[in-house]
């Protein structure tokens, strides 16, 4: 993954988390470089998108600060966490494929809107990662962080939240008995030439093609796990 993409991962992490206060100056972006070693256009670049989303504010002169969407923020991911932490939440593989089936496609018309350059690239980069795994956990990671990486694309923090919360939901144990036991080397081909697909009709900003994509390769994905 490029450095830009680590930094940006890194400062929503810390701000939906709750690291820094509604009002609260940043680090210069001269300490964020030393701090992280990038250079400074990088910063500044990951900086502008944290603006252009309303997270951080900027003054001339003075520094950039946290703004109340980005502590909004942070409440969202701390109720999702509440959520996702507690023992007794559970949700089978079948309300998960239900819950898939009905917010992959949805999401799309958002995400051909307002997917980028580098959205693009970090899609390509779970391609290649999944198709290079050598065990069937590395591409089940690889294959959610694909559709992780799909909904950030959305750049709609809510969007981003729930998709993360499905992806833990993808990490309990009886989600990845079925997937173990129903990825064969052919369906793994599959899997991955779908996402392919995919990628490439978002790209091509192809509205009508990349729903019928993610729409055809979910009921896929559910005929191979849950047999209907």
Known sequence: MDSSYLFRATLLDQLHSGHWKVGERLPTEREFGEQYQISRSTVRKVLGE???????????????YVTDKGVAHAGLTKA???????????????????????LEPAIIEMVIGNATSADFA???????????ATSVEEFEVWDGLFHETIARAAHNGFVAKLFKLMSQARAQGEWGMLKKRSLTPVRRLAYQSEHRQLLQAIQARDLVQAKALAIAHLVHVRRNLLNY
């Not at 309303?54 to 003054?59: F, N, S």
């Not at 970090?122 to 290079?132: G, L, N, T």
């Open 50 to 64: 944290l603006k252009a989303q309303g997270l951080i504010a900027q003054t001339v002169g003075s520094g950039t």
């Open 80 to 102: 999702l966490h509440t959520v996702s932490s507690d023992p007794a939440w559970h949700t089978s593989p079948a309300e998960l494929m239900e819950a898939r089936l009905a």
């Open 122 to 132: 970090q899609m390509a980069s779970c391609c290649e990662r999944a198709e290079a």
